[in-house]
């Protein structure tokens, strides 16, 4: 079985594909300070109270925007999986032209979010991810990565929000019972979820705007089932788009050179 981490600055990301089916997900805290014995312990204590075992993971694909966790990761992936391990870094085969102004800018995350959206929905093709940042990625009507944009996440943006102010709280990320808030904490969730859906419905125009012609917009992220609701633009929420990235970035590479 092929194991798949995408390791974020807010969460990780973890999957277990039996060829193409995802048998098994999980969604964790990301812990940066952690060692490579503690995350070795971590997967297989993660593993085996789902009925797996870290002996069944003959692969494993990793993409991690968080330097400090990289290298202990490759380090254990090493440990369970030999040489079958594939990092989503410059010089690894994703079968898509990076045209950007520096291409070893680009986070793996979105990279492997562009390929897997390629694969499954065409081109040209707009993924919106929804995580500690709102990053947006575009993909050219011949498969090529444009660039993109990014912003600050729901999270960040009401936490930046209430930590300076004095009287304001933190609030659930749900819809309040309207647009116009009857109370401090109504108002908050008015403005960050509905502001939210309005920033991504503004920059995904504009995004779409400048590709021309018909573009799939494809929703992804542990808050798109929050924002997506409530945003005119988006035609497809994939909550294992990452995974699935993953799953065919590393395919791609146990192909012969």
Known sequence: MLLVLDVGNTQTVLGLYEDERLVGHWRLTTTRERTADELRMWLKGMLELEGFHPQDVSGVALSSVVPPLTAPLRKVAALIAGDRVVVVEPGVKTGMPILIDNPREVGADRVVNSVAARAKYGAPVIVVDFGTSTNFDVVGSEGEYLGGAIAPGLAISTNALIGGTAALRTVEFVPPRSPIGKGTVEAI?????????????????????????????????????????????????????????????????????
């Open 189 to 257: 969730q008015s403005g960050a979820i509905y502001g939210h859906a309005g920033l991504v419905d503004g920059i995904m125009e504009r995004l779409a705007a400048e590709l021309g012609g018909d573009v799939v917009r494809v929703a992804t992220g542990g808050l798109a089932s929050t924002i997506v609701p409530h945003c005119s633009s988006v035609d497809i929420v994939d909550e294992f788009l990452t995974l699935e990235g993953l799953r065919m970035i590393f395919a791609l590479n146990q192909e012969p050179a």
